[in-house]
């Protein structure tokens, strides 16, 4: 028994420098497959997080565009850039203008954990966002109410919003209310009327040079409530703007000529439930029965999905924005 313990012991230690050399031969691809489970994955996270960089810097630059103004494009790009990825670094935004684009690119160079050993120190990571804009054709109004020509030409001289003067509109029942002439050449009754709205909803849904049936009465809507009118106070919402009528009555529509964005301080539409402040439509005897809103036309940019926009779209101050890519 003596003698085959020492023959066992002999063999074992006779065998340890060869399994020191099978490990070290099996190092190396060990290490490739590390790399290709850790490095790789990696790589792929860091690509996620400079394609949010990426798209977060198109749409702010976008938005600068929008209004008229694009500033210091690769500034606005480099900040938004480092703040979802530190490391990153932003290449000159690119712009075209027919139709509207800005594409940012980031890039930055991922360092590796186990890839050197296989000869790769870091991989250069990219991502490109492309972000596009344009006036609204269509979408879905969070207001069932439609403002005339003459009333967004009243406030901005006929171009695109550029001051915040308060203006009172009034509604196309009042007696007193202007007529008013659109680019149709269409005489156009009113300062806006209430819209059909959307089955069971306060909202309505529209697109450019389609027409949006008129809903009659004094009152909004019956499917309003005063809390769909309060919840936009002091907000900036897009209104759909007519140029021209048709018909009478329950048969009455307005043919949409573009989007505005009006910013709503107040309304009387009905005293006490859709009232923000009586006599708010003017002085004098029979104003607290007058219908009317306060606020005024601005420059804007949409970023919800409820809206969509063409090149062909009119200018009045308002952009929808879309990540293309």
Known sequence: MQRMTGRLRRRVAGERGAAAVMLSL???????????????????????????????AAIAVAQDCSRGNCGDMLATAQSLVTANDGDATAAHPELTSDPHTVTVTGSTPEEHWFAPVIGFDSTAVSATATVGWGGPSNGTAL?????????????????IPSTTTLQ?????????????????GLN??????????DPGTCKVTSAIHRWMYSDTGNGPPSACASKDFSAFLGKTVLMPIYDSVDGQGSSGRYRVYGYAAFHLTGYHLVPGQFSTQN???????????KRC??????????LSDAWNYSP??????????????
């Open 26 to 56: 099996l190092l190396v691809p060990m290490l490739g497959f590390a790399a290709i489970a850790v490095d790789v994955g990696s790589l792929y996270a860091e690509r996620a997080r400079l394609q949010v960089a990426a798209d977060a």
């Open 143 to 159: 207001l069932p109410l439609a403002f005339s020509w003459c009333s967004f030409k009243a406030q901005t001289g006929g171009g």
């Open 168 to 184: 009172t509109i009034l509604l196309s029942k009042t007696a007193d209310a202007p007529q008013c002439v659109g680019p149709s």
């Open 188 to 197: 156009v009754p009113g300062g806006f009327g209430y819209l059909v709205t």
């Open 279 to 289: 006599k708010l439509c003017g002085q004098g005897q029979g104003s607290n029965d």
């Open 293 to 302: 809103v306060t606020g005024y036309f601005t420059r804007f940019v949409e």
């Open 312 to 325: 062909d779209a009119p200018q009045l101050g308002s952009s929808v924005l879309r990540l293309i890519r």
